[in-house]
């Protein structure tokens, strides 16, 4: 059984009513969390979409949480101002809400931060129907638990999200990457730490291991047009002198444009499943070990590895192994969360004033 609500207050009435499981769906572009369990009562949420305030001055906006990512987008762009952490899947038909619940930032969040960074507000169905609103439209302090940035990474355990207040930054006019080769993932690392330690100003550092051996660093710089090619030549010269790189290549225009609509839709993963987990750079090259079979990268300068693998299982088992939290994505689960399970006493404190019923899952 399926529910498309068209207002908020027709959300609020199908969680009172409802004595068994609710999923909340946005774009299904994230099935391992979007595919209900048996039983289950999906809540489409694509008509609950639209942006409903925007202010360019302030920067800041708010829309319904079915509202399309690839919407978004393109309001923004024609007031020259952007999501920095470059939300995931929005060429698929990814919403605001699944990019919260999911907390599936891409590969921008490296200069800037990821979702918590941007989100200001929630309004969202609790699971006795309530509406409860949390934060504002505004950027400003605020006390108190911050639920929206709980919400970030919730999975819809917690509630439904009907709608999203976020900040919004100027994009830069234009952006050059550089792609440099290094023998192995240690030595592509070892570039990293250079980085984090220089005055350069770099919207995103990805690590792409090879099949077997070797790995490319990607470094995507924005800015003015003016300046991009002395900026890149001064990196490129700074990591000459500091690491051994076989050798580099300066990506412009399309050919950057391109490379990084690739990246941020996860065309590299193949129809594997995809699995985030969160890591520090110092466990890089452990992980990686253990996951060599895997198409698989590292975003945020290690930060963050994205593995696309045929064995979840044996994935599951490395990352208990290493003490760390994988989410699936795509492909078939019945739990998502693979791995260490880190937080669990907060979430289910939370979860039962939020969702005393588990109307929405287990916590």
């Known amino acids: 059984m399926s529910h498309r609500p068209q207002h908020i207050a027709e959300l ?13 769906r946005g774009g299904g572009t994230k099935p391992a969390l979007s595919s209900p369990p048996s039983q289950a009562e999906i809540i489409e949420l694509a008509d609950l979409a639209g942006i409903i305030e925007y202010e360019p001055g302030e920067f800041t906006f708010t829309a319904y949480a079915g509202t399309r990512i690839i919407d978004v987008v393109n309001e923004l762009a024609q007031h020259g101002q952007y999501l920095p952490f470059d939300p995931l899947f929005a060429e698929g038909g990814a919403t605001l809400g699944g990019t919260v619940a999911a907390n599936t930032a891409g590969s921008g969040r490296y200069r800037y931060g990821g979702v918590r960074d941007f989100i200001l507000g ?3 169905v609790d699971g006795q129907g309530q509406l409860v609103r949390s934060g504002g439209k505004v950027v400003k302090n605020a006390a108190g638990f911050d639920l929206p940035k709980f919400m ?27 792609r440099l080769s290094y023998p192995s993932v240690a030595d592509a690392l070892s570039a990293t730490y250079h980085l984090s330690a220089a005055p350069f100003e770099l919207d995103a550092v990805d690590l792409e291991p090879g099949a077997e051996e070797g790995c490319t660093l990607l470094i995507r710089v924005g800015g003015l047009a003016a ?4 900026r ?21 225009d399309a050919d950057d444009r391109e490379l990084w609509r690739r990246v941020n839709n996860a065309h590299w993963a193949g129809g594997a499943a995809l699995v985030k987990v969160p890591l520090s750079p110092r466990q890089v090259t452990e992980l990686d070990k253990a996951v060599l079979g895997s198409v698989r990268r590292y975003t945020c300068a290690g930060h963050v590895a994205w593995i ?29 969360i693979i791995g260490s399970r880190q937080g669990l006493l907060l979430a289910q404190r939370v979860k039962q004033v939020l969702d005393p019923a588990s109307l929405f899952g287990e916590a």
Do not use: H
């Not at 609020?12 to 909340?24: C, E, F, K, N, Y």
């Not at 999200?161 to 990457?177: D, G, H, I």
């Not at 300046?227 to 002395?230: A, E, F, R, V």
């Open 12 to 24: 609020q009435d199908i969680v009172r009513t409802s004595s068994g499981r609710l999923l909340p």
């Open 122 to 124: 929630v309004r969202f």
């Open 152 to 178: 970030v990474g919730s999975m819809g355990r917690y509630g439904i999200m009907a709608e999203l207040s976020f900040k919004v930054f100027p994009q830069p006019p234009r952006y050059t990457t550089l």
């Open 227 to 230: 300046s991009l090619p002395q």
């Open 232 to 252: 890149i030549e001064r990196l490129r010269s700074f990591l000459a002198e500091k690491t051994q790189a076989a050798d580099s290549t300066i990506l412009e």
């Open 308 to 336: 696309a693998t045929s064995d979840v299982s044996a994935l599951a088992a490395a990352l208990n192994r290493l003490n760390l939290t994988g989410l699936q994505l795509s492909g078939t689960t019945t739990e998502p």
